[in-house]
Structure formats: C-alpha cells, structure tokens
C-alpha cells in the first residue's frame, strides 16, 4: 500500500465495465507505462443507487480521482473534468439506452417554445387524455376504434365514409320529386 494525499488527482477514463461497476483508469505520475491502467471504483451522488440506475460511461472522458484512505491501490472515480472553452452551452443531455422517469404522483414538462418527441414507435396508456390546442395537426393515417364524440365542424378536403357509403360519391335510390324524401343512400 502507497499512500498519497487525499486531495483529487487527474485521470483519464480508459474503459468502464457496467456489470461491475468498475473503470480502468490511468492516472498521471501512477500508471505510467500501464496502458490497461487499474481498477476504479465509482462514486456515486447521493439518490443514484447504483443497484437501481446506471451511468454511462465512455473511454477516453477526462476525471477526477481520490483514493479510498489515501490507498493508491484503491482509486475511486469522482467528477468529470471540465474543458472550459468549446463545451456545449444551454443544454442538459443525458445519453444511456434507456431512460425511465419513475414518478409517484406527477410529472411536468414545459418548456417556452418546443417539446419535441421522434421514436419509431410512442405509446400513451391513460384513463383518460386532454389536449388543449389553439390548433392540431395530425400528419398520419388513423385507425380509430371505440366513440368519438365531436362538437363543432368537422371538414374534410376529399371525402367521408360512413359505413363503407362514401358522403361525396354515394346514390340515392328511389328518387321522387317535389317535396318527397328519397330512399337511403346505397
């Protein structure tokens, strides 16, 4: 065992096991001449279980280290370095395969300008779902099942069916003239 200060040393992140939970690291001064460098433990912040979520972590990120009791055998892997100048500026992103957001009662998301969502597939499971829009657009075809319910106008610039009966190009038989009704479109 070699001890060092407790302070935070510089490293560079050479590969990140997500089973273990463990990095291979390289470390200024610690592994030189070492390309596989040694085994880091993680640090996590405090709500990130790490039995519950993980981290994704890539090779070749810049980090801060410390040593478990000033233990250089026992490097624990704390922050990313910052880079200062040509960093993303305005934006959050978090990048892992997949997200979960776990909510026991509500989640909220504004936002002054855009929401925007694009997968291959979105599903939305509710009791119950209310839009409110000055104007809606849907761009796709639409197979609807169940009662819809409408108040107000509903226009369409080719046609509708009802039925299987086209409202713009169905025949009415049985046509009478003057005031009589006809029979039912066929």
Do not use: C
Not at 52 to 59: H, I, M, P
Not at 86 to 109: F, S
């Amino acid at each position: 065992m070699t001890v060092i200060s407790p302070y935070f040393h510089p490293a560079k992140l050479i590969s990140y096991d997500k089973i273990k939970r463990t990095a291979k690291v390289g470390i200024v001064g610690l592994t030189d001449g070492v390309p596989e460098g040694i085994t880091a433990m993680l640090a996590y912040p405090i709500g990130d279980d790490d039995l519950d979520t993980e981290r994704e972590l890539k090779a070749g990120a810049d980090i801060w280290v410390f040593f478990e009791q000033g233990d250089t055998s026992m490097p624990v892997i704390a922050f990313y370095r910052r880079h200062g100048e040509g960093a993303v500026v305005d934006t959050r992103r978090i990048r892992q395969e997949n997200i979960e957001l776990l909510a026991r009662a509500q989640i909220t998301l504004s936002a002054a300008n855009l929401i925007a969502m694009s997968a291959q597939s979105v599903t939305i499971d509710a009791q119950s779902m209310t839009i409110n829009a000055d104007n809606l657009s849907i761009n796709a075809a639409i197979n609807h099942s169940g009662d819809q319910n409408t108040s107000g106008t509903i226009t369409a610039s080719n046609d509708v069916n009802g039925g299987g009966i086209s409202l713009k190009g169905h025949m009415h038989s049985g046509v009478r003239s003057g005031s009589s009704n006809s029979g039912p479109p066929h």
